[in-house]
C-alpha cells in the first residue's frame, strides 16, 4: 500500500513576468516612434510601461536590474530604438531584437557597447519565457493540468487549475517548438518563433474516444497489468537521472488558504529496476506565514515531498495494480485514449464490495505499444474511506472527530527518446473536523504537487544524505514584496487566480521576510 507521510509544509511562489518571442524575420520594431514620460521611475516600472505599449515583448533576467539607476526622460515621437539607447546604457545594459522581442543582458564590460559579440547561449542566467492560457477548442473552457514542453529537450511544466501557465526556456531554443498535450486532445505543436511571449491562446481539439479494444482483441485487464509489471525494467530508466522539480503544498481552512509551501527540487532519482531510494535537496524555498488566521485545531496530515514520490507507480508499484491484491478489487478494461498523440488502454478499478479495508478507486492507463504505465488517476475508495482516517490523519485533538471526504492521486509520465520519464505528481485530501457539542464543522483540503521541470540522464551527482531533505526540515519563511521573478529561470507550476490574491496579500502585509 502507498505510505502516507507528514503533510504540514508551506511556502511561497513568485513568477517572472517579462518575456519574448523568438527568431520571426526582423521587422521594424525598433524604428517605430512613441512618446513616454518618466519621471525617476525604477528601471523595471519603465520597462514595464514599454512592454504594455511598445509592439513587441521584453526579456531580461531580474537579477541585472537590481540597484539600477532610476529614469528621468520625456521622449516625443522617438524610435524605440533611442529609448532603449537612453534607458539602458545609463545601467551598463545591451540590448538586441530578436524576433518581435527585446533581450536584454548585462553589459560585460566597458569596451562592449554592442549586442553583436554577446553569446547569450551561454549566458547561465538568462532565458526566454512565454505565458498564456490552454483552452477546449469546443467550448472554450479551461484545459487544466496540461503538459507544456520542449520536444527536443527534456524541459516543461504544467498548466494550473485555469489552464493558465508559464514556461521558461534557454535561449537556444528560438528554432525549437513548445507542445502542449492533456488526455483526451490531440497534442498540439507550435513554432517559438510564431509564439508571443505573453496572454497566448492555445486551443486544444478534443479526440474522440476509440472503438474499445476489447471488441476486436479480448484481453483480461489482470492479464495486461502483468505485463505492464513485467514490462517495467525495460521501459523506464535503467540507471540514475537528476531531476529538477517545482513543489507547492497547500491548506485551505473552509475555503481560504492558511498555509502555502513551495520549493525548487534537486532530485537524485534512483534507477527503476534497483531498490535504492531517491534523494531530494531543496534548491530553494519559501513558506507562507499564516495566510488567513487558522483555527487552533491542530490536524497533522500524512504527506509531503517524499510521499509525493512514492506515487511513482512504476517504481513503487501501488496495491492496485500489485499481483498479490488482484483479488482485492474488480477490474475492467474500458475503452482507448490519446496521450501525448499514443494510444492508451484505460483499466477502471474499484475495491470488492465486502472490504472493509480503505483500498483504491479509480484508473489506470497504459500504453498500447511499450506496456508502459503512462498515468493513473484514483482515489481512495468510497466503499473504504471510512475506515482510512489513520492512514491520513497522524493526530487529532481530544474532543474533535475526524473525518476523511476525499482523498485523491494523479501520477503522470511523459515518452522521450524511447523512454518513459515521470512527469506529474498531484495528491489531494480533504477531511471534515467537527468539535463535539459544536453545529459547526472545519473543512481542511491539502493539496500536494510536483512537477519534474527538467530532467538530465548524464550529469549526475549523489545527493549526499546532510543535503538530503527529511520530514522535519523547514521551508525558508521568506515573505516579501510580491514579486514574479523569485524563481528566476526556474519553471514552475503558475498559481489559480486565488492562490495569487493570496500571494499578494502576504506580500502587502509583509511580514516575515529573510535574506536569501
Not at 206 to 228: G, H, M, N, S
Request: hydrophobic content about 35%.
Amino acid at each position: 500500500m502507498i505510505k502516507f507521510r507528514k503533510k504540514y509544509l508551506a511556502l511561497l511562489v513568485c513568477f517572472i513576468a517579462f518575456s519574448p518571442p523568438p527568431n520571426q524575420a526582423q521587422t521594424s520594431v525598433l524604428e517605430k516612434k512613441y512618446s513616454f514620460s518618466f519621471q525617476n521611475l525604477p528601471l523595471e516600472s519603465v520597462i514595464d510601461t514599454l512592454r504594455k505599449n511598445a509592439d513587441c515583448g521584453f526579456s531580461y533576467n531580474a537579477d541585472i536590474i537590481v540597484n539600477t539607476q532610476n529614469i528621468s526622460f520625456v521622449f516625443k515621437n522617438k524610435p524605440l530604438s533611442t529609448i532603449l539607447d537612453s534607458i539602458l546604457l545609463l545601467n551598463n545594459l545591451l540590448y538586441k531584437q530578436v524576433g518581435n522581442n527585446i533581450v536584454i543582458v548585462k553589459r560585460v564590460s566597458n569596451n562592449d557597447l554592442t549586442f553583436n559579440n554577446y553569446s547569450y547561449p551561454n549566458d547561465t542566467v538568462s532565458y526566454i519565457q512565454f505565458a498564456g492560457q490552454i483552452i477546449n477548442h469546443a467550448n472554450k473552457e479551461p484545459v487544466s493540468y496540461a503538459y507544456v514542453f520542449l520536444k527536443s529537450q527534456p524541459i516543461g511544466t504544467l498548466s494550473n487549475a485555469e489552464g493558465r501557465f508559464i514556461i521558461k526556456l534557454p535561449y537556444n531554443c528560438y528554432n525549437d517548438s513548445i507542445y502542449f498535450s492533456c488526455i483526451g486532445y490531440r497534442m498540439e505543436g507550435h513554432q517559438i518563433a510564431h509564439l508571443q511571449s505573453v496572454n497566448y491562446i492555445i486551443t486544444l481539439s478534443p479526440v474522440d474516444v476509440q472503438i474499445r479494444e476489447v471488441i476486436v482483441r479480448p484481453i483480461k485487464p489482470e492479464e495486461l497489468l502483468k505485463e505492464a509489471l513485467d514490462a517495467i525494467p525495460h521501459n523506464y530508466s535503467p540507471n540514475t537521472q537528476m531531476l529538477t522539480g517545482f513543489y507547492r503544498e497547500t491548506i485551505q481552512q473552509n475555503g481560504n488558504y492558511v498555509v502555502l509551501s513551495e520549493a525548487i527540487l534537486h532530485i537524485y532519482k534512483a534507477k527503476y529496476n534497483g531498490y535504492s531510494n531517491d534523494r531530494v535537496k531543496i534548491f530553494k524555498a519559501r513558506k507562507s506565514p499564516f495566510i488567513h488566521k487558522m483555527d487552533t485545531v491542530v490536524v497533522k496530515f500524512q504527506g509531503g515531498i517524499y510521499n509525493s514520490l512514492s506515487l511513482d507507480i512504476a517504481k513503487n508499484p501501488s496495491n492496485f495494480i500489485s499481483v498479490d491484491y488482484f483479488n482485492f478489487y474488480d477490474f475492467k478494461l474500458d475503452e482507448i485514449a490519446t496521450i501525448e498523440g499514443r494510444s492508451t488502454y484505460i483499466i477502471s478499478f474499484d475495491q470488492k464490495d465486502y472490504l472493509p479495508y480503505a483500498l483504491y478507486k479509480g484508473k489506470v492507463y497504459i500504453d498500447r505499444q511499450t506496456l508502459a504505465f503512462v498515468r493513473a488517476d484514483f482515489m481512495l475508495s468510497p466503499k473504504g474511506i471510512d475506515n482510512a482516517t489513520s492512514m491520513l490523519v497522524r493526530k487529532s485533538p481530544l474532543g474533535f472527530k475526524v473525518k476523511p471526504i476525499t482523498a485523491t492521486y494523479l501520477v503522470n509520465y511523459t515518452f522521450r527518446n524511447g523512454g518513459w520519464y515521470l512527469n506529474h505528481i498531484r495528491e489531494e485530501l480533504k477531511i471534515k473536523v467537527h468539535k463535539r457539542f459544536n453545529i459547526h464543522s472545519l473543512i481542511f483540503k491539502s493539496v500536494a504537487e510536483m512537477v519534474i521541470t527538467q530532467t538530465d540522464t548524464i550529469n549526475i551527482k549523489q545527493i549526499s544524505r546532510n543535503e538530503t531533505v527529511r520530514e522535519t526540515d523547514i521551508f525558508t519563511e521568506k515573505i516579501g514584496p510580491y514579486d514574479e521573478a523569485f524563481w528566476s529561470k526556474y519553471n514552475f507550476i503558475k498559481p489559480d487566480e486565488l492562490l495569487e490574491d493570496a500571494l499578494k496579500r502576504i506580500g502587502k502585509n509583509g511580514k516575515k521576510v529573510n535574506s536569501n
